[in-house]
């Protein structure tokens, strides 16, 4: 009887931590956002731009992951956005493009910026010179 009840005392143990440990954030040293590492920018005439962005996220797990970035001005207007639909986990860092983003003239530079499934936009950003301008 004593070994059975130490038995079922180490399964409820088990059981608690494996519950435990996946309720808690995933971090990697603190970090709470991915950073965006670089950037290529290509035009496309008439104001159109692809943009090639290269993104940090070692957390990256299906519980929690960098879910989009972003092209913008520093004062935060967005010309585009990509979604990413699930985590890189197995590919880090990874690099997703952006086609077809409309930037009106007369802007020279944008940022990039990274956002995490929890905790949103933020992590380093890259600035970037648009091409012919």
């Not at 440990?21 to 990697?28: D, E, L, R, T």
């Not at 996220?57 to 970035?69: E, G, K, N, V």
């Not at 585009?80 to 409309?102: A, I, M």
């Amino acid at each position: 009887m004593r070994k059975f009840v130490t038995l079922v005392c180490v399964i409820i143990g088990i059981f608690y931590w494996a519950n435990y440990s996946m309720a808690q954030p995933v971090k990697i040293d603190g970090q709470k956002y991915p950073d965006i590492l670089s950037a290529k920018v290509q035009s496309r005439g008439d104001d159109h731009f692809d943009f090639d962005v290269t993104v940090s996220s070692p957390y990256d797990t299906p519980r929690r992951y960098a879910d989009a970035f972003r092209v913008m001005r520093a004062e935060s207007v967005v010309f585009g956005e990509r979604k990413l639909w699930h985590d890189h986990g197995d590919e880090q860092p990874f690099t997703r493009e952006l086609y077809g983003v409309s930037i009106k003239a007369g802007i020279k530079n944008v940022v990039i910026q990274g956002r995490d499934q929890k905790y949103g936009y933020g992590g380093k950003t890259v600035t970037v010179a648009l091409p012919g301008r």
